[in-house]
Each structure stands twice: as C-alpha cells, then as structure tokens.
C-alpha cells in the first residue's frame, strides 16, 4: 500500500521552530517530486515549497521564505520541512504530496500530485 505519513507538528510559540517529516511507505521516493502545503480553517490548500527528485532544486511560497527549508533524505525515504520564525499565520495542517515524475531537476507546486498524506496540525499560539 502507498501511502505518505506526516509527523512533526504541534503547538508552538509565536517565534518558535517545528520540523515536519513526511515518511514514504510502499514506494520509494527516488523517482517523485515531494511537496508541502497547507489549509488554515475557512481558507484553500496552498502551496508551501518543493522539493525536485535530486533534491538539489526547491521552490518556496513567498510567505515562507527565509523562515522554512526543505529537505529529502532518500534512503530514509523521507522529505522534511524545518519551520522556523514560526507566526500565527502559519496556523495550519500541514500535507506532504507526491509526483511521479522523469523531471530531476526542479519543481512546480503547481503540478498535480499523485499522493497525499492525512496532514499534521501546526498550531502557533501564545
């Protein structure tokens, strides 16, 4: 079975740091693109960043920028977002997504994703 585990959130302080993983089961993750994105309440999905399969190329959501990294790890099977900077706009669950694709060398958020995981609550309040 394939599937995308998120772990990693929480409750954090304005200012605060949470790193999310996105664990792969049932396929390895060598031959995808690997996204994150994420829904506040009463709002829709949005892109967060990328992550090309080499994972020498990422892409980011301007409001992220300077404050998130992505990372992969492939033989771990895993893909990271480190959240630092943390603010209350970032209140959101979190998806991590997969593209199947022969592309090595960038990423689009914009691409459809074939693979989803449930999501991760990141709540940031004082």
């Known amino acids: 079975q394939l599937q995308l585990v998120e772990s990693g959130g929480g409750l954090v302080q304005p200012g605060g740091s949470l790193r999310l993983s996105c664990a792969a089961s049932?396929?390895?993750?060598?031959?995808?693109?690997i996204g994150w994105f994420r829904q506040a309440p009463g709002k829709e999905r949005e892109g967060v960043s990328c992550i090309s399969r080499r994972g020498d190329s990422t892409n980011y959501a301007d409001s992220v920028k300077g404050r998130f990294t992505i990372s992969r790890d492939n033989a771990k099977n895993t893909v990271y977002l480190q959240m630092n900077s943390l603010k209350p706009e970032d209140t959101a669950i979190y998806y991590c997504?997969?593209?199947?694709?022969?592309?090595?060398?960038?990423?689009?958020?914009?691409?459809?994703?074939?693979?989803w995981g449930q999501g991760t609550q990141v709540t940031v309040s004082s």
């Open positions: 997504a997969a593209r199947g694709t022969a592309v090595q060398a960038f990423c689009v958020m914009t691409w459809r994703y074939d693979y």
């Open positions: 049932g396929f390895t993750l060598d031959y995808y693109a």
